[in-house]
Nanobody, 127 residues
Framework: QVQLVESGGGLVQPGGSLRLSCKYS????????IGWFRQAPDKEREGVSC????????YYADSVKGRFTISRDDAKDRVFLQMNSLKPEDTAAYYC????????????????????WGQGTQVTVSS
């Protein structure tokens, strides 16, 4: 069982930056891949980024490549999503999620792979 708590959301002007944090806790925290997803009103949830438990593979959706950076600090049990050059279309509720794997060298961008989810943090990009 894994618990996930997001923080760092808020209101920011276009072109601004935010850093989201996902604190994870539970037992046997090795071998967990972590992903960030977002859901805007009246839209389906989409995968934004994910990071492999070995820290050697990261995925980014095309819509955020070059603007968002995912990182992981296992000593602090946290995954971060640095979001720069934010656009109004980035407005959404952002969720972190996790699933356990032993052999996967990558991470999954689809939500079906993820077993545990946080409650989400709202990001609003508006002038």
């Amino acid at each position: 069982q894994v618990q996930l708590v997001e923080s760092g959301g808020g209101l920011v002007q276009p072109g601004g930056s935010l850093r989201l944090s996902c604190k994870y806790s539970g037992s046997n925290l090795d071998y967990y891949n972590i992903g960030w997803f977002r859901q805007a009103p009246d839209k389906e949830r989409e995968g934004v980024s994910c990071i492999n438990f070995r820290h050697k593979y990261m995925y980014y959706a095309d819509s955020v490549k070059g603007r968002f950076t995912i990182s992981r600090d296992d000593a602090k049990d946290r995954v971060f999503l640095q979001m720069n050059s934010l656009k109004p279309e980035d407005t959404a509720a952002y969720y972190c999620a996790a699933y356990r794997t032993f052999l996967q060298a990558t991470c999954d961008s689809g939500e079906v792979a993820y077993d545990w989810w946080g409650q989400g943090t709202q990001v609003t990009v508006s002038s």
